[in-house]
């Protein structure tokens, strides 16, 4: 009788190692996975962070340039309007105006993240359908998109740049 209860506790012993080391192997596998999740979010802050510096490098380009002609130098149809990021896998930027299917500067045109329709040209009406030469205020807005670890990455920066009198 003694015998059979030195192998009853042999056999306790032996089940008692295989949960721990279950639960051993859960805490690791865990772990492993918040590793894992911590370095794929790493990456995308990196990747933003690098797309808020070039969004921000491009706003200054448009800033450093003669407020008359901004539009002219980066909207549609120039060779400035869009750019690639090679910062950012897959990286592409657009600038980006409130224009008409013309391409021209128009007040009318509805984007409310760009503060839009406004009277661009100073006359008090926010009707005029081509203030491409006569703008006082300029909206922006800086779109890049690039190929994230988990998704697409997009951002866009808004800003309205004004004529300093």
Wanted: glycine share 8%.
């Amino acid at each position: 009788m003694n015998l059979s209860f030195r192998n009853l506790n042999k056999a306790m012993t032996l089940v008692e190692v295989m949960i721990a080391l279950s639960i051993l192997a859960i805490g690791i596998m865990s772990v492993m996975s918040a590793l894992i999740s911590i370095t794929a979010l790493e990456n995308n802050n990196h990747s933003e962070i690098i797309a808020v510096n070039v969004a921000r490098q491009k706003l200054v380009e448009i800033q450093t340039a003669p407020f008359g002609s901004a539009f002219a130098l980066f909207g549609p149809g120039s060779s400035a309007a869009t750019f690639s990021v090679d910062q950012l896998q897959g990286g592409r930027g657009r600038i980006i105006f409130p224009v008409n299917a013309s391409g021209k500067l128009d007040e009318t045109v509805v984007d409310a993240n760009l503060g839009m329709p406004q009277d661009l040209n100073g006359n008090n009406l926010s009707t005029d359908t081509d203030v491409t030469g006569s703008y006082t205020v300029l909206p922006v807005r800086i779109h890049l998109q690039w190929v994230s670890t988990s998704s697409l990455g997009e951002l866009n920066l808004n800003t309205m740049l004004a004529k300093l009198k």
